[in-house]
């Protein structure tokens, strides 16, 4: 009996075991399935859904939230998907996140991914449909990957050319490369553009020192720079100026216009400048006029030498001696 | 002393077979709702074949699930799936393996047990005893060990599930480095009822099958030494072939259904 009991004992646990075992391996299956747990239902509409399935995942920014329930053809170009999401993502997902239709990896199963719009939307609510985008297939993809193959092998062969342009050429960009001579020129270059980016770093230091020192120091420049009053003054010298040359152009304008006149010979100038009449009459009576004050020379030596005018030129003589002696006096004193 | 019979009389004897498995099947259904229930006698039956076969499966189902794991991993490491190892792994263990090779094994050991238990109670006339005695031989001995086949099975054979998955999870976790708790998260999300619920319904099919099969032997069990060896033998050998016979029938219906 003892040991009937202890059969009866064991074989209780194996079934209690194997029991909840089952009932752990189907909450684990239903749990991944949201069976447990309160859900919500939306729904999507898509023009293809690329082999989506029931029972297939619904993901929120990557995180697994629900399942697809049902897939329902509507009409010849839209596809309703309906999804059930777990009631907690309810706060989470607002009315204008995005439904997309993906897949988990490169050969994994179809899935949905709803991913979060600008953050501007209602929370969503039980029923409601939110918008789609349609993703790039895969045969898409692989069209467009066909003709980037294409460009690449172009670009390929177009790459070989000028790595044997450079190898075999002898361009500045061979040389570069390959030229010993030209490498040690380089670098003595560098070495020396190094020095004088030195030497010009002490230069601009030096500069900056003496910029500085004029505006601390009260010199001329400084005040020429800083001084307000003398700026006043510039000023003021600079309208003098322009006074000075307004008048002096109004002047030489006058003087233009006499010349213009004399040019012209009106005027007594003028006519003694253009006339030349008038000047030949001028020349012949200046002759006259020479050949009468040789007369008149000739005359005044007659007088001096009359007794009646003799005694009058003499003192003339005496007076201008005794004017001389006093000028010699003065010069030695 | 078969070798000269036709093919029409292998034929024969097939259907013959197969007629006379049926109709105990038959008498089975009409006896077990028919007192007297013989509990005392279910319940020593259950732990007979299940906890007396949990080592058998649970060591068996261990190296299934290490061994699977480690033939794989070259293949699906070549095809940078690693990571999809939890989820193959689980699904055929589940939906496949893990039924199949523990019936087979509960096959070997509790069909052939019965068959030669009741060969010889046949032999030594025991039934026949029972029979003039008044007690409904039937009930006491086949109802009893059907039942309990067919319960302890399914039992058995999430057991073995468990031990297996944990077995993969082992080398996974030592070989590839991924930690029990994903090991199971991607397992769980890579099943689904479609996956659990038929295996776990053939598995009842499997433990009907080889309780009845091992049950038919024994009771119609020829006369003599050599009678209750064929019987073993012959039940082993049947209760197998209707395992994967079983196991066609729930593949074919479970496509229907999901």
Not at chain 1, 144 to 170: F, H, K, M, P
Not at chain 1, 285 to 309: P, R
Not at chain 2, 4 to 23: K, P, V, W
Not at chain 2, 142 to 165: K, N, W, Y
């Amino acid at each position: 009996m003892g040991k009937s009991t202890s059969q009866y004992v064991k074989l209780g646990v194996f079934v209690i075991l194997g029991s909840l075992l089952i009932l752990v391996m189907a909450y684990m299956i239903g749990n991944e399935q949201n069976i447990f747990r309160s859900t919500f239902r939306i729904t999507a509409v898509f023009s293809n859904v690329n082999g989506l399935q029931k029972g297939n995942n619904v993901r929120y920014s990557g995180i697994s939230v629900g399942v697809v329930k049902d897939i329902v053809m509507e009409n010849d170009t839209s596809i309703r998907v309906y999804m059930r999401i777990e009631e907690s993502m309810l706060d989470h997902i607002k009315d204008d996140a995005v439904a997309m239709v993906g897949s988990d990896g490169l050969v994994g199963s179809m899935l949905i991914n709803i991913l979060p719009g600008k953050g501007e939307g209602n929370p969503i609510t039980d029923g409601d449909e939110i918008p789609t985008f349609s993703r790039i297939n895969t045969q898409d993809m692989l069209t467009t990957l066909n003709v980037t193959n294409e460009n690449a092998a172009l670009l390929t062969a177009d790459l070989l050319e000028v790595t044997q342009a450079l190898r075999n050429g002898s361009g500045i960009l061979s040389q570069l490369l390959y030229d010993s001579t030209m490498a040690k020129d380089l670098q003595q270059s560098f070495h020396n553009l190094r020095i004088s980016t030195v030497q010009s770093r002490q230069a601009v230091n030096r500069l900056n020192e003496m910029i500085q020192q004029w505006q601390l120091e009260q010199s001329t420049l400084n005040l020429l720079m800083n001084d307000p009053e003398f700026s006043d003054q510039i000023r003021g010298v600079a309208s003098n100026l322009d006074s000075s040359g307004r008048e002096i152009r109004e002047m030489t304008g006058r003087l233009n216009e006499l010349v213009g006149d004399l040019q012209a010979g009106e005027g007594t100038l003028g006519l003694l400048l253009k006339d030349s009449i008038m000047a030949e009459e001028i020349r012949h009576g200046l002759k006259h006029l020479d050949s009468g004050l040789v007369k008149f020379d000739e005359n005044m030596e007659a007088l001096q030498h009359n007794w009646l005018t003799r005694g009058y030129f003499k003192k003339l003589e005496r007076e201008q001696e005794k004017q001389e002696k006093k000028d010699k006096k003065n010069k030695k004193d | 002393m078969n070798q000269n019979r036709s093919i029409g009389e292998l034929i024969r004897d097939f259907l013959s077979e197969t007629g006379q498995l049926a109709y105990f099947a038959g008498r089975f259904f009409r006896e077990v709702v028919r007192p007297p229930y013989e509990f005392r006698e279910f319940l020593r039956q259950c732990y007979q074949m299940g906890n007396r076969s949990l080592v058998l499966v649970l060591v068996t189902g261990f190296i299934i699930g290490l061994v699977l794991t480690l033939q794989s991993r070259p293949t699906l490491i070549e095809f940078g799936a690693e990571s999809w190892m939890p989820n193959m792994v689980g699904i055929s263990i589940v939906r496949e393996i893990g039924p199949v090779i523990i019936a087979l094994i509960c096959a070997g050991r509790i069909a052939s047990g019965i068959g030669a238990e009741l060969g010889s109670m046949r032999v030594t006339e025991q039934i026949d005893a029972m029979e003039v005695s008044g007690t409904n031989p039937f009930n006491y001995l086949v109802v009893t060990r059907v039942l309990a086949t067919t319960l302890m099975i399914p039992l058995l054979v999430i057991f073995g599930d468990m031990i297996a998955l944990y077995g993969s999870a082992l080398v996974e976790y030592f070989k590839g480095g991924m930690s029990f708790q994903l090991y199971f998260n991607k397992v769980s999300d890579a099943l689904a009822y479609a996956d659990f619920i038929p295996a776990t319904i053939k598995s009842f099919f499997f433990g009907f099958m080889i309780g009845l099969v091992g049950c038919y032997k024994g009771y119609y069990c020829q006369k003599g030494t050599a009678g209750v060896g064929k019987a073993a033998n012959t039940a082993v050998v049947n209760a197998s072939l209707l395992v994967f016979f079983v196991d066609f029938m729930a593949v074919f219906i479970s496509d229907i259904f999901y």
